[in-house]
């Protein structure tokens, strides 16, 4: 029986290629090459409210590196990225996914489910349960546990660089660990069975199972998670904005993709300095772009795009 | 049978056709003035209100006059939880749109910007027609207010006081008699109460628990802690060279006072958390609950808190007095704010052709008696000369009250930079609060800041 390959011709295949691919092509161009494209334009003019295209060319760049919190900032952002990366999206996603996957098949898939909700609830709602409980109360609920525990209430908002940020990493990465558990799950249970046993009948101990047959069969998955989370991450603002909007000193928590915004969106005075703010997204972008092409490279990724060495 | 059936349903179609079309005798034709206002305090809903009552008004007399013609006002009242960034936002990308309103409340301080974006008409010709007998009662500083490069963008809608409001019944715990209590406000306005003298009773007030905090202010980005500034002879504006000032002595000594209210000398007067943006939990609930001393507030406060039910009217006159800013030093001079609010005609009202009538809503709009309704019931103060007089007003006994403190008032400046201005001093004195800036290194980086972000449009001054 021949392939349905062979019995339409080259045209009419490349129109049904077409047809599939325009939607999808459309939305991309729509919402991802216009908008980078106006910022990149609106990047060289010192737009404010008014929307007039008052060209100054590099002028806010000139501007940003005698900004004297960019450093601070970046170097915020640099910690908060890799931080919540290591510690949650990748690690404590690793965690989960390995350990529900060792426990009975309902518990685990009860609990990966409990880890998915920060992720679904509207992040007011989740800010705002976050700030609820991390108020300085004793009373508060981590204050609650913390003196149960006989430790000091801690003063969670207040100025205090490392609770600070231990916060704002907890509150992010609660949320980031639900994809890589989600990836590294659905890779976990895609081993085939008889590895596991084969370990098992060697006299393999779990963690011994866990490190020597199913961590290196997720060496492509741990590699995706970790490109594709360092960029979500490093456009991330809102959750930031929502518990301590950059604070709670000067620019303690801010970091560029919020500073981005606020200088653009969020003057009290109602003067909005948007040419500087799609400035500061455009270095945004092209970060990212950098950390893409490095991770390209350095995790060999488009070995995972090679055709099948298999035969069908 | 069936052929009754079908006339009688196509004589009621017929019927029901014809009694659908109005039987007028004439067109009246319609304006609409589209009006958009924002408190965010919710008693000032007069400020869209009275254009309503205006309107209502003019139809009558256009009635009477047999005219075919009639205002209809669609109009946006704003309260929180939104706030100025977001209204001032939406007023933006309106007029982006094309869809601006016709009349536009504002703060004073936006002149400068809407003016030279060209988003706002001037008014010197349209409040000529109606200076003498309307716009000539305007409390003369008010105009300087609306002012911007010797033109008038707008008439004032209303101003306020910023009083220093405290707990009387405090006091009497700490052993002030009712003479000492009653004459406080006096002694801040001879200049014998400084901002020190404040820290003094606070912290013993703190001290010895009889309050959880001394003195609380605005919890997010304001104008009102700039009045800690004034008190210690600052300035903002010099008309003359019409630049932005920082006065440095002046800066100096206040970051040294909060400095000193937060962590130094009277540690625990203020708290470090007092920026929190929480207006309840931080602002109003302390205050009206006893927990705190002192409160650097606005007139429109006292209105906000009776129809939030955090007070009643006795309870308020009983247990909370008011005053001006205290001057910082001796020699200096108590004070206190007014940030006049405004009613703009955008550019794209008089390209719809309905700028005279919007104006007209405007003037009837600025009388002592409909005024008055705004005035009364959201504390705020007098716009007109002659609305002391009002009988609402007049009886009003906090607003007699306060009347004497805009003899000490002071407006922020008009200029479109401002917004730099005001964002790097909060951004400083939080900082300060939150104890990650000392007060020397405070001062350095206001200083720098400022001059980064407005070069010559900073003027320093010793």
């Known amino acids: 029986m021949p392939t349905l390959g062979f019995r339409y011709n080259t045209s009419r295949r490349k129109s049904y290629l077409a047809a599939f691919l325009v939607p999808s092509l459309a939305v991309i161009f729509m919402f991802f090459l216009v908008p980078v494209l106006l910022t990149l334009l609106i990047s060289l003019t010192k737009m404010r409210f008014s929307f007039r295209w008052e060209w100054v060319y590099l002028g806010n760049y000139v501007k940003m590196m005698h900004d004297r919190w960019t450093p601070k900032i970046l170097s915020n952002t640099l910690l908060y990225v890799f931080s919540t990366l290591t510690l949650f999206n990748v690690g404590t996603g690793l965690l989960i996914s390995i350990i529900t996957n060792h426990i009975n098949e309902k518990v685990g898939a009860a609990f990966r489910a409990i880890w998915l909700l920060p992720r679904i609830t509207p992040s007011t709602v989740y800010a705002l349960m976050w700030l609820w409980a991390i108020r300085e109360e004793p009373s508060a609920l981590f204050n609650w546990i913390l003196t149960s525990l006989g430790f000091e209430p801690i003063k969670w908002l207040w100025y205090n660089p490392p609770i600070n940020w231990l916060v704002i990493i907890a509150v992010n990465g609660f949320v980031g660990a639900s994809f890589g558990m989600i990836i590294f799950t659905a890779a976990l249970k895609s081993i085939p069975e008889d590895y596991i046993r084969a370990a098992k009948v060697d006299g393999a101990s779990t963690w011994q199972v866990v490190r020597h047959v199913e961590l290196p069969l997720m060496k492509w998955p741990i590699m995706f998670v970790t490109a594709y989370q360092t960029l979500s991450l490093l456009t991330s603002y809102e959750y930031i904005l929502l518990v301590t909007d950059g604070g709670p000193g000067l620019y303690t928590t801010e970091v560029w993709a919020l500073y981005s915004y606020h200088r653009a969106f969020s003057q009290y005075a109602g003067g909005g300095e948007l040419g500087y703010g799609a400035a500061l997204s455009t270095i945004l972008v092209i970060i990212g772009l950098i950390m893409s092409v490095i991770y390209w490279k350095v995790f060999r990724l488009e070995e995972l795009m090679v055709e099948p060495k298999i035969e069908d | ?462």
């Open chain 2, 1 to 462: 049978m069936r052929k009754i059936l079908v006339v009688s349903l196509v004589a009621l179609l017929a019927l029901s056709i014809i009694i659908s079309f109005p039987i007028s005798a004439e067109e009246v034709k319609t304006i609409t003035i589209t009006v958009w206002t924002i408190g965010p305090d919710p008693p000032s809903e007069y400020r869209l209100e009275n254009f309503y009552i205006a309107a209502d008004m003019l139809n009558k007399y256009l009635e009477i006059l047999g005219a075919n013609i009639r205002v209809k006002i669609e109009g946006e009242f704003f309260v929180r939880p939104v706030e100025w960034e977001e209204y001032k936002k939406k007023f933006y990308l309106a007029y982006e749109a094309g869809k601006a309103p016709d009349i536009y409340l504002t703060g004073h301080e936006d002149v400068g910007f809407l003016a030279e974006e060209g988003m706002i008409i001037p008014l010197d010709e349209y409040i000529k027609k109606f200076w003498n007998t309307t716009y000539y009662d305007v409390i003369s500083t008010l105009w300087e207010a609306v002012k911007h490069k010797g033109r008038i963008w707008a008439v004032p809608q209303d101003t306020e006081a910023r009083p220093l409001y405290f707990r009387k019944d405090v006091l009497r715990e700490l052993g002030w008699s009712e003479e000492e209590i009653e004459a406080l406000p006096e002694k801040i306005e001879r200049g014998e109460f400084t901002l020190y003298d404040l820290l003094k009773v606070a912290k013993e007030a703190v001290d010895k628990g009889l309050v959880k905090r001394g003195l609380v202010h605005r919890v997010k980005e304001g104008w009102d802690y700039l009045q800690f500034y004034l008190g210690f002879g600052g300035r903002l504006w010099d008309p003359e060279e019409g630049k932005m000032v920082f006065s440095q002595e002046a800066w100096k000594k206040t970051l040294k006072w909060f400095y000193d209210a937060v962590w130094g000398e009277y540690k625990g007067v203020i708290w470090p958390g007092q920026f929190s943006k929480d207006w309840d939990k931080d602002f109003h609930l302390p205050i009206t609950k006893g927990e705190a001393l002192f409160c650097s507030g606005g007139t429109w406060h006292k209105a906000e808190w009776i129809k939030k039910g955090l007070l009643t009217e006795e309870e308020f006159w009983n247990n909370i007095g008011f005053a001006l800013h205290p001057a910082g030093e001796p020699g200096k001079k108590p004070v206190t704010l007014s940030h006049p609010l405004i009613y703009t005609i955008t550019s794209q009202a008089k390209e719809r052709g309905v700028d005279e009538i919007a104006f007209l809503l405007i003037t009837l709009v600025t009388d002592p008696h409909i005024n008055s309704y705004h005035a009364v019931a959201s504390a705020h103060l007098a716009i007109l000369n002659s609305q002391i007089l009002d009988s609402r007003y007049v009886q009003d006994p906090f607003l007699r009250d306060v009347a004497y403190m805009l003899k000490y008032t002071t407006f922020i400046p008009n200029h479109p930079k401002w917004a730099d201005y005001s964002r790097i001093v909060f951004e400083t004195i939080r900082a300060v609060e939150t104890g990650e800036l000392g007060p020397e290194a405070a001062y350095e980086h206001l200083l720098e800041s400022l001059k980064e972000a407005l070069g010559d449009i900073l003027k320093i001054e010793p």
